[in-house]
């Protein structure tokens, strides 16, 4: 089972870029595909990016495309999303999440296995 733990979340202006990261431990990261997920106050929680578990095939939300990138390091068990261009509608708890079934990329919630803690995104305007 793996554990999944998120960081680089934080206070940015708008316009500005954060690179989050999410370390795995305690499984081969490489079998798992990966998708980052956020959710805002009141709402439900909602599909960021996903990667594949080779890393060659990706996939967006069309409220972050061209301005979000997702990559994975399996050498260092490590997925990250950098995200440039940063709105206020960005503003959410961000999470990664792990999908053990998979080797395609899924974008709903219910399909992944492995969920970490989550880290806060505020964007100011």
């Known amino acids: 089972q793996v554990q999944l733990v998120e960081s680089g979340g934080g206070l940015v202006q708008a316009g500005a870029s954060l690179r989050l990261s999410c370390a795995a431990s305690?499984?081969?990261?490489?079998?798992?595909?990966m998708g980052w997920f956020r959710q805002a106050p009141g709402k439900d929680r909602e599909f960021v990016a996903g990667?594949?578990?080779?890393?060659?095939?990706?996939y967006y939300a069309d409220s972050v495309k061209g301005r979000f990138t997702i990559s994975r390091d399996d050498a260092k068990n490590t997925g990250n999303l950098q995200m440039s261009s940063l709105k206020p509608e960005d503003t959410a708890v961000y999470y990664c999440?792990?999908?053990?079934?998979?080797?395609?990329?899924?974008?709903?919630?219910?399909?992944?296995?492995?969920w970490g803690q989550g880290t806060q995104v505020t964007v100011s305007s």
């Open positions: 305690g499984g081969t990261f490489s079998s798992y595909a």
């Open positions: 990667i594949s578990r080779s890393g060659g095939s990706t």
């Open positions: 999440a792990a999908d053990k079934r998979r080797f395609g990329i899924a974008s709903t919630s219910n399909d992944y296995d492995y």
